[in-house]
């Protein structure tokens, strides 16, 4: 069985952002390979949402590196990957805890 992949709102807007960003910044093509390499880990996290480690920054949430830059974290069930953070690996640790409120 499948898991449904949800993102927070806070999660949604961070992604919108970030895909902005790149287009803008960087390119077209830096943005749809981002695009791919998340795709590739929702996937993997759907598969085996176990395969990553749980976060040590934030209690009962597992992080999965998408680049060296973002990191995802989520929480699971049997049915659903519910997406709470994007994170931007350049920012403080500290600013981590307004993310997954």
């Not at 807007?13 to 749809?32: A, P, T």
Request: glycine share 0%.
């Amino acid at each position: 069985m499948k898991r449904e992949v949800r993102l927070s709102k806070r999660a949604m807007k961070r992604l919108d952002k970030l895909l902005v960003y790149l287009e803008k910044e960087w390119s077209i093509k830096i943005k749809n390979d981002f695009i791919v390499k998340l795709d590739k880990s929702l996937k993997q996290i759907q598969k085996l949402p176990d395969s990553f480690p749980e976060s040590e920054k934030a209690k009962g949430l597992r992080k999965c590196v998408v680049t060296k830059q973002t990191t995802i974290f989520y929480k699971y069930t049997e049915t659903t990957i519910d997406v709470v953070a994007f994170f931007d690996n350049r920012q403080s640790p500290k600013s981590l805890e307004n993310e997954i409120k």
